[in-house]
């Protein structure tokens, strides 16, 4: 192991979050209250929606967005095999049927011909999924979903107000991303954000939900019903409850634990202040990476284009003529070099609680073929220019040393390239 120690994506903090914490921790409330109240105020205005709902994670945010719809069991609810699990367990735990479209051919998104012949009476949601942070063809989406419209029932007065399957987007990589000079959260029906210690963003732990404007439904309802959904179903938050003669209120339904709190908020609100300058630092070295890797046979993610900017929150590559033993290979020899990779994503087929549910990762050939050579490279604002060119460096090295060992059984590939030489 070498003296570097360069980590994937690790949380920018600095005095400002932690002072802001512990003006929180004197002021005598530290759970949900009137931080966590500032904090959805400021991502709406971010977002440019009428409101936002603060949760403790996107996967809740996911979730109650389903629960709001009141989708469930007999209802259908499209994703992509390629992300992470929380974009399909919220569907399986509200009873819906997991519906998973594959990937278009060498993309990480779905393929929209098969999303479209996908949909029928029992589809109720779409799930994109904004993979490290770039918006998915949402123009290309809502084409589908209003085309396929004739075929979609509402079951409710919000279903039958939208008139059309919904799409909730899995934005938790793509807070502050932009699609055709519209800000992430103000696109989709539904946008759910996670604020991850990993995330561009970070709360620790927390989520956040916003939406655009359904005609007839009234913004206050949904955001009051998000919240009692988030909150036991209780009437009354703990803040308005510990309010003088304030203490009564009732349980409106069998709700769920998601709040937010004002140590997480208070996090949030100093992020929030400094994101426009750490958007712009990951975006240079977004751009230094796609320089200096020209003269390496890699395909990155595509996060800048004329129209659309991504969030940038993770640099995916795929190497070309590798497979995944070999790609794993290169993540060993990475880690022995001080520098922490990832893959994203092994696709959900191929873990063992899909295929329990009866997925095989033989019917998505291209989900698998994206996910056998592709690498993550590590994409965060600590990162020097200086870091930046030494992962370059030692991911050529790498690379160069797989394709010599070709052909080798993976024990001895990985060993040989670790130790460089064959067992």
């Given at each position: 192991m070498t003296g570097r120690d360069i980590k994937l994506s690790p949380p920018d903090i600095t005095d400002a979050e932690i002072n802001a914490v512990v003006e929180v921790m004197k002021s005598g409330w530290i759970t949900t209250g009137p931080k966590t109240k500032q904090f959805e105020r400021a991502i709406a205005a971010y977002c440019?929606?009428?409101r936002a709902?603060?949760?403790n994670s996107g996967t809740a945010a996911l979730?109650?967005?389903l629960r709001l719809l009141e989708i469930g069991p007999g209802d259908e609810v499209i994703t992509t095999p390629y992300t992470y699990t929380a974009s399909a367990s919220v569907i399986d735990h509200v009873g819906a049927k997991i519906i998973m479209v594959d990937t278009a051919v060498d993309s990480y998104e779905m393929d929209y011909d098969q999303l479209a012949q996908a949909i029928n009476s029992k589809t109720k949601a779409i799930i994109p999924v904004d993979i490290a942070g770039v918006m998915c063809d949402y123009d290309k989406i809502f084409e589908i979903v209003q085309r396929k419209k004739s075929v979609f029932t509402g079951k409710n007065a919000m279903q039958k107000a939208i008139g059309r399957v919904v799409i909730v987007a899995?934005?938790?990589h793509s807070f502050g991303a932009t699609y055709q000079g519209h800000v992430c959260g103000s696109v989709a029906d539904f946008t759910c954000f996670s604020f991850h210690a990993v995330k561009n963003l970070?709360?620790?732990e927390g989520g956040a939900c916003t939406w655009i404007d359904i005609p007839g439904i009234d913004n206050d309802d949904i955001y009051r019903r998000l919240m009692l959904l988030s909150l036991h179903g209780q009437s009354k938050d703990a803040l308005s409850k510990l309010q003088l003669g304030g203490w009564e209120f009732d349980i409106e339904c069998t709700g769920y634990k998601y709040n937010?709190?004002?140590?997480?908020?208070?996090?949030?609100?100093?992020?929030l202040k400094r994101y426009p300058r750490l958007l712009e630092r990951r975006k240079e070295i977004t751009k230094l990476y796609n320089k200096l890797l020209k003269d390496i046979d890699v395909t990155p993610v595509e996060h800048l284009k004329d129209d659309s900017q991504s969030s940038m929150h993770l640099y995916l590559v795929r190497i070309a003529d590798i497979d995944s033993v070999q790609r794993d290979a290169i993540f060993y020899k990475m880690a022995e070099n001080g520098i922490a990779t990832l893959v994203h994503y092994k696709p959900l087929p191929m873990m063992?609680?899909?295929?329990?549910l009866g997925f095989e990762i033989k019917n998505f050939p291209n989900a698998y073929n994206v996910y056998r050579n592709e690498i993550s490279l590590p994409l965060h604002t600590l990162l020097s220019d200086e870091d930046v060119a030494y992962v370059v460096v030692k991911l050529k090295e790498a690379v160069e040393a797989v394709k010599l060992k070709k052909g080798c059984h993976e024990f001895y590939l990985i060993n040989c390239i670790r130790k460089k030489s064959c067992v």
């Amino acid at each position: 192991m070498t003296g570097r120690d360069i980590k994937l994506s690790p949380p920018d903090i600095t005095d400002a979050e932690i002072n802001a914490v512990v003006e929180v921790m004197k002021s005598g409330w530290i759970t949900t209250g009137p931080k966590t109240k500032q904090f959805e105020r400021a991502i709406a205005a971010y977002c440019t929606t009428n409101r936002a709902v603060c949760l403790n994670s996107g996967t809740a945010a996911l979730e109650l967005t389903l629960r709001l719809l009141e989708i469930g069991p007999g209802d259908e609810v499209i994703t992509t095999p390629y992300t992470y699990t929380a974009s399909a367990s919220v569907i399986d735990h509200v009873g819906a049927k997991i519906i998973m479209v594959d990937t278009a051919v060498d993309s990480y998104e779905m393929d929209y011909d098969q999303l479209a012949q996908a949909i029928n009476s029992k589809t109720k949601a779409i799930i994109p999924v904004d993979i490290a942070g770039v918006m998915c063809d949402y123009d290309k989406i809502f084409e589908i979903v209003q085309r396929k419209k004739s075929v979609f029932t509402g079951k409710n007065a919000m279903q039958k107000a939208i008139g059309r399957v919904v799409i909730v987007a899995d934005a938790a990589h793509s807070f502050g991303a932009t699609y055709q000079g519209h800000v992430c959260g103000s696109v989709a029906d539904f946008t759910c954000f996670s604020f991850h210690a990993v995330k561009n963003l970070t709360t620790a732990e927390g989520g956040a939900c916003t939406w655009i404007d359904i005609p007839g439904i009234d913004n206050d309802d949904i955001y009051r019903r998000l919240m009692l959904l988030s909150l036991h179903g209780q009437s009354k938050d703990a803040l308005s409850k510990l309010q003088l003669g304030g203490w009564e209120f009732d349980i409106e339904c069998t709700g769920y634990k998601y709040n937010m709190t004002d140590i997480m908020a208070a996090i949030g609100l100093e992020q929030l202040k400094r994101y426009p300058r750490l958007l712009e630092r990951r975006k240079e070295i977004t751009k230094l990476y796609n320089k200096l890797l020209k003269d390496i046979d890699v395909t990155p993610v595509e996060h800048l284009k004329d129209d659309s900017q991504s969030s940038m929150h993770l640099y995916l590559v795929r190497i070309a003529d590798i497979d995944s033993v070999q790609r794993d290979a290169i993540f060993y020899k990475m880690a022995e070099n001080g520098i922490a990779t990832l893959v994203h994503y092994k696709p959900l087929p191929m873990m063992t609680a899909y295929q329990k549910l009866g997925f095989e990762i033989k019917n998505f050939p291209n989900a698998y073929n994206v996910y056998r050579n592709e690498i993550s490279l590590p994409l965060h604002t600590l990162l020097s220019d200086e870091d930046v060119a030494y992962v370059v460096v030692k991911l050529k090295e790498a690379v160069e040393a797989v394709k010599l060992k070709k052909g080798c059984h993976e024990f001895y590939l990985i060993n040989c390239i670790r130790k460089k030489s064959c067992v």
